[in-house]
């Protein structure tokens, strides 16, 4: 197995092109990905369409002894791969469902769809604003 551990941003697209590498020189090993910048969504999104072994999100390390465990397990292996395959497929679709944007409106739009002055019906209805000063020996406001 190959751990990666995704720490600051910038290691997120090395792993994508890690496990690119790793399926042009013909690994098989399952690839473990976690750390504090990862997430299940950009394993799956990311990470996974690069490698064709098992590509697997592990949420933080205390958790990567089960994960292992069923990935050497030749009782366990085939359906615990099966199954981190086809959430990540799931999560691909998902993901691919956001991107689909519904119509978006122009600028002109918009400030055409804008609504009254909000604050002075608020003040017309009654609604109490208290009053805001500014304290004399700080810079922050105060009610």
């Known amino acids: 197995m190959i751990g990666l551990s995704g720490l600051i941003t910038p290691s997120l697209e090395e792993m994508s092109y890690i496990a690119g590498?790793?399926?042009?020189?013909?690994?098989t090993v399952p690839l473990l990905i976690g750390g504090a910048t990862t997430s299940p969504a950009h394993t799956?999104?990311?990470?996974?369409?690069?490698?064709?072994?098992?590509?697997?999100?592990v949420k933080d390390a205390s958790r990567a002894v089960g994960v292992c465990r069923q990935l050497v397990t030749?009782?366990?292996?085939?359906?615990?791969v099966a199954e981190v395959k086809a959430e990540n497929v799931r999560r691909r679709e998902q993901h691919a469902g956001k991107k689909q944007k519904g119509a978006q409106l122009t600028l002109?739009?918009?400030?055409?769809n804008r609504s009254e002055d909000r604050l002075g019906q608020?003040?017309?209805?009654?609604?109490?604003?208290p009053?805001?000063?500014r304290c004399s020996t700080t810079c922050r406001w105060r009610r």
Do not use: S, T, W
Not at 21 to 27: A, D, N, P, V
Not at 44 to 57: M, N
């Open 74 to 80: 030749p009782e366990m292996k085939p359906a615990y």
């Open 44 to 57: 799956a999104v990311k990470i996974d369409p690069q490698y064709e072994g098992p590509v697997v999100y």
């Open 131 to 133: 009053r805001r000063r």
């Open 21 to 27: 590498e790793m399926q042009r020189r013909g690994f």
């Open 122 to 129: 608020l003040h017309a209805a009654g609604a109490a604003f």
């Open 108 to 112: 002109g739009q918009a400030r055409n």
